[in-house]
Each structure stands twice: as structure tokens, then as C-alpha cells.
DNA sequence: TCGCAATGCGGAACCGGTTCCATAGGACAA
DNA sequence: TTGTCCTATGGAACCGGTTCCGCATTGCGA
């Protein structure tokens, strides 16, 4: 016997009027509410969001599509997402989704379409045109965070224009000698986001007048990476850069440990810049780009909701840029030699 | 018309054939299972998860409750869980869950109960015993990562004896003036970790003859906290300790981090160990005790699906300990003036 | 050859809610 | 006074699967 059955009998009434008195759709009055109310408290009675969800067609639930949950990017958009869902009354349904591509069919098949989830947000992870379609033929909403997909509204900051940004940043300090260190482009997760910075970097090197071959070292996205990469880079004097553009403020700061290491004092013999604006940011003095990922994953959730909400109609699938907050600490002056004031 | 019965109908049977046929239970005939599967790959046929849960009431769904998503420990945690659930055909819905009472009770009662899940893992949270006797009384399994709930079974290292066998390592290279620098004993998470860690330090000094008043100071577990509690003890050579056990390895890279910055040597002047097994924890070559949280979650999901199992009978709620491993890197020695060899 | 078990399948109940439809009383305008 | 609308409620259908029960075959041992 439905359990709302039991509220119904204690409180006299049909199981469509405790229905609507639990439920708050539909005419019930005043006091017909309250006893069923009572009933309800009477028993411990907490209604089967399954049985709610068959009925209605409405999971209140979310699917988030991410490849990794304990990288900083992706663990700060996730708790932007969460915060911004369980105060709507959803519930947030995990799923990680790797490069690979079986693995990535059996998430998709065997989860998604379940109809278990009202709508996907997906993290640095492009769909196919393939998954895009089913997904829409199931009519839910989807919502891309850290790149562009087609046919689909994403959310993202413009990578080239910020790696360009600090680029021209470092080149208005008086710089000549720019070096990237970033992802390796073959191992980048499927937005071009390592490519992107790449570009942006080369775009401001070459209106400067200042392309050079080695301009870039591929580099594992983590402090480590950045470490190890820094110390490579920057341990020929010869050869040395006078500032560095990070893909990321973890290899920035790896690299400012080699340079720690290496005796390198940090802006007066190198400057730093990152993106992402990473916790750690602050304490060791680095300059960067702050993307503010949790934001990113509170507006996603905006938007799903929008999508979610009944009246939605047809959406303009745009790309949504996000805004950047530029924060200068102490990794970045003018290079050895140069008169400090030649262009402030 | 539901889903399966469009598939039931193009394959000239009833629906309960189709679904013996598609979901194996019963008996069905080779060439009629043929049919039914062939006519279910015709229209695309997925079946629906919640029309499924609320025939079996199996949501094939584990709530995992757990306080960060972006914390190193926790961001560990989840992604064993989830590398561990996913394969089992389970899917995993996050609750965020604070230590504010009003959140707390709000995803509990509107979302843990409400049968969305077939179990639950409550990680770094305790709960109450009204909650578990409230999720107990669903029949839902539960277990806990990161300390002791009673009458749950709880998956986490000891924390005394990982500290006190620290500082029982710093007391056998020949330490007497050793500090534990821990997280604050009033911020504490549920779980008493913070005290059990300190407790752990001062059992090993008092057996060693070492006590001292200011054995102890708190600081934020974080690498931030880390280096300004490190740049609080160290500044003054007079009362610096020889050896450091840090609450976590994010603390002790901070200390190592504050030791550089005030040019002590590591380990030369100032040993230096850690718990957790930190990412960044070889990069700063921190001796550390390594507690695997990944695995951590894995075990968690064992022991979950065994209690899942239909022929599961009742289990014994104990405790389990994770066993840790003793790593030793270049952040510990003998004291200075020490005879290096007096208790190797 | 008979009886019983195993197999194959359809009909219908069921899981626990939501909602459409019908009914009925009361208020209000015509 | 009659018709219409709003309120309040019950009955029943429905969401989309699963499973119990019953019936019909078939196979096999006695």
C-alpha cells in the first residue's frame, strides 16, 4: 500500500486530496490541509521522489559530466555547481567521464539516457554531435563549461585573448625574452583550451615583433610539471627567458619553486604570470588571470534552470564568455636591465 | 503508451516477455529474446531507470555526504568512490553536507530519505544517531570514511598511532624539542581528527620524557596555514623546535615552504614530517605517512555492495583500519649537533 | 503411458505517487 | 430564479517498468 495511501486513510480523505494538500497544487482547503498535515507528521511520512518522478516526469536531478574531481579547476567548478543546486532542490548525479572512448559510450548510454537526470552540465568535456542530438531529442537542457560545443550554450573564458593578454602584459613591461610553458597539446582534454593558450601567447609574441623558436615547452598541468619544466628551461642562463607565461597558475608556481631552486630571484631575474587564479595564488605572489571557476559552475546552474523552468522557450545556443579579474601580485616587474619605468 | 510496450508490441509478444527478455529474468526463448532485442535496437528503446526503481525499489544510486569536494583528502575520496561505483553499475548523487545544522537537516530529510539511494557513504561527516537510526530504519546500508560512527561500520586510519609514530620517528633520530603544528581543536570536522592527532604527538613525547608546554599550536589545515604558522615558530631561533609533525602534508609544505623563506635548512636544522601522502608531497621530498584516499573510497564501495547484496544478513558494524605506509624523503634527519648516528 | 517438473508466455496487479474528470455545494451575476 | 464559475473532493487512469499467477507445451523418469 502507497505510503501516501496511509496519509490519506488516517486522514480521511482520498489519496488525490492528500495529494494536492501535500504537494500544494490544486484546491484544498484550509483545514483539509492541516489534517493531512497532521496525518502525514503523525507517520514519518516522506514521500518516494520516484514514484514522484515516474508521475510527473521530472527527476530534480542534474547529471555533472567532469573528467576529473581532485584537480583544482574541476573540483572548484563542482562545488559552484552544488552550491548553486541544492538550494534549487536538485540533486547533483555524478558521473566521470574520461577521454576514453568506451568507457565514455557506457556513461552515456547507460546513465544519461536513463532519464534519470533532468539535464546535463558538462565539464571540460566536449560531446559529439552525436551525443548533442540525443540528448536534445530527450529534451534536456545541456550546458558546457571550459570550451565550445556546437549546437549547445557553453560557458568559458576566452583562453587565447587571456594568454594574449598577459603576453602583451609582460611585453608592456619591457620584455623580449617570453617563453610559454603549457599543456602539451596532444594530451589536452577535448577543448582546445592548451592550443588556445598557445595561440594567444604567439598572437601578442608576433604584433610585438618578438616570435623566436623555442617559445614554448610542454609541460604536465600540475605544480610538479611546472617544476620540472622550470627547472629545464630555466637552468641554461644562456638561453634563459626573462618572463614566462604559465598555461596554468599550478605550473606557475611549480616554476617559481625552480626558480627558488635554481637561485633565480622572482620578478627582479624572471617574471611569472598564470591563469586560473588558484588558491594558492596569493601566498606565493603570482600574477594572473582569475577565472573564478566556481562562478562559472553557479552560472551554469543559472542556466540549466532557466531551461528547466516550464515556460522556457527556444534558447539561443550561445558561447558565454566569462569575465576575468587580472590580479598583479609581485611575480612580475620589468626585466634585468631594463629601465624600470620605460613603459609604466 | 509506455517504452516497452512499443517494443513488446513490434516484437509480437506481451510486455512481460519483453522485459524477461531484456532484463534476463525468467524464462524467455533463444529466438524470442532474439526478436525483442532486435525490435528494441529498432526504435532505440531505453529503458527507463525510474519506472524500474520504483517497480523493484532499487535506485541503483549511493548518496555519498561529504563536506568539501575541493579539498585534497576529500577530492581523493570521492574519486575512489566513483572509479569504484561507476563500474558497478551504480550511479553516485553528492551531498554536500556542512557542518551547519539547518543545511544538514535539509539534505537529509529532503533528499537521503526521500528512497533516492540504496545507500549511503558518509565521508569526514559524523552523523547523529537519530540519523542513522533513520537510515537504518530504511534499511539502507551505510559506511563511514574518516572516523567512528557508532553502530555504522567506518573505514579510517588511526590517527593517534599515525601520530604518535611520527614523533616516535623524530624522537628515534634523536628530536627533543619537537611541535606539532595541527589543525584548530575547535574547527574541528565531526570527527575528532584534530584532537586524535595531537593526542597522538604527546602520548609519544610523554612516554619519551619529552613534554613541554607549547608543543602544540594550531594553525588552517591548508598550505597557507602551513607557512604562516611555520613563519610564527621558526622566526625565533631561540625557542624553534628541531622537528616539526604537521597535522596534514599541506601544513608540512607549508612549514617547508616558511622554513625556506627564513633560510633553515631542511632537514639539516629542521625536520619535518607529514600525514596524508600528498600529491605535492615527493616534489618537497616530505617524509609523510600515506594514508591512500582513494583507496579509502574504493573500500568503501566494497563493503557497500556486499551489504547490498540480496543475500547479504546482518553485519557486523565494526571498525576498519586503512593501513598506511611509512615513507621516508629528505625532509627528516637527525637534529642539528646530534650525533647522526646515536639511535639509527 | 502417466505424472510431474521445467520451460515459455500472456494477463493483470503492483510500485507510489500525480492528475484528469466527474460531481456537488455555494457564491454571484443576469 | 437560473446559469455559471469557483472551490473542494473522490474515483480512476496513468507514468513505465517488474513480477506473480495461471495456462499450455514439452521432456523425462517411473
Redesign the pocket.
Known amino acids: 500500500?502507497?505510503?501516501?495511501?496511509d496519509v490519506a486513510r488516517l486522514a480521511?480523505?482520498?489519496?488525490?486530496?492528500a495529494?494536492?494538500a501535500?504537494?500544494g497544487?490544486?484546491?484544498?482547503?484550509?483545514?483539509?490541509?492541516a489534517r493531512v498535515e497532521h496525518a502525514a507528521a503523525g507517520i514519518g511520512?516522506?514521500?518516494?521522489s520516484?514514484?514522484?518522478s515516474?508521475?510527473?516526469?521530472l527527476t530534480r536531478n542534474v547529471g555533472v559530466v567532469i573528467p576529473f574531481v581532485n584537480r583544482w579547476f574541476f573540483s572548484e567548478v563542482l562545488e559552484g555547481i552544488e552550491s548553486a543546486l541544492i538550494p534549487a532542490g536538485y540533486d547533483l548525479t555524478l558521473y566521470r567521464l574520461h577521454a576514453d572512448a568506451v568507457g565514455r559510450q557506457r556513461v552515456f548510454d547507460y546513465f544519461l539516457a536513463r532519464k534519470r537526470v533532468d539535464a546535463v552540465i558538462a565539464v571540460g568535456i566536449s560531446l559529439s554531435p552525436h551525443e548533442v542530438r540525443s540528448l536534445n531529442a530527450l529534451g534536456k537542457p545541456i550546458v558546457g563549461i571550459g570550451g565550445d560545443i556546437p549546437e549547445i550554450s557553453t560557458l568559458s573564458i576566452d583562453d587565447a585573448a587571456a594568454s594574449r593578454f598577459l603576453t602583451e602584459h609582460l611585453v608592456s613591461l619591457g620584455h623580449t625574452r617570453i617563453m610559454h610553458l603549457g599543456g602539451d597539446q596532444h594530451e589536452q582534454m577535448d577543448f582546445a583550451v592548451h592550443a588556445q593558450r598557445l595561440a594567444g601567447v604567439r598572437q601578442a609574441l608576433a604584433t610585438a615583433g618578438l616570435s623566436h623558436r623555442d617559445d614554448f615547452r610542454a609541460v604536465p598541468y600540475s605544480i610538479p610539471g611546472g617544476y620540472a619544466g622550470g627547472l629545464a628551461v630555466l637552468s641554461d642562463p644562456s638561453t634563459r627567458p626573462t618572463a614566462i607565461v604559465a598555461g596554468c597558475d599550478e605550473i606557475a608556481i611549480g616554476v617559481i619553486l625552480a626558480a627558488r631552486q635554481l637561485g633565480i630571484a622572482v620578478p627582479e631575474q624572471l617574471s611569472i604570470v598564470g591563469i586560473d587564479g588558484h588558491t594558492l595564488a596569493e601566498m606565493f605572489g603570482l600574477t594572473t588571470l582569475e577565472q573564478h571557476p566556481s562562478i562559472q559552475g553557479e552560472r551554469a546552474v543559472k542556466l540549466i534552470l532557466e531551461r528547466l523552468e516550464p515556460r522556457a522557450g527556444a534558447i539561443a545556443n550561445e558561447r558565454i564568455g566569462i569575465p576575468v579579474d587580472f590580479v598583479v601580485r609581485r611575480s612580475t616587474t620589468a626585466p634585468p636591465g631594463a629601465d624600470r619605468f620605460a613603459r609604466s
Do not use: F, H, W
Not at 480521511?12 to 486530496?17: A, R
Not at 490544486?26 to 483539509?32: A, I, K, L, N, P
Open positions: 500500500m502507497s505510503a501516501i495511501a480521511g480523505v482520498s489519496k488525490s486530496t495529494s494536492r501535500l504537494s497544487n490544486g484546491y484544498v482547503s484550509r483545514e483539509t490541509r511520512y516522506v514521500p518516494s520516484i514514484a514522484s515516474l508521475a510527473t516526469g
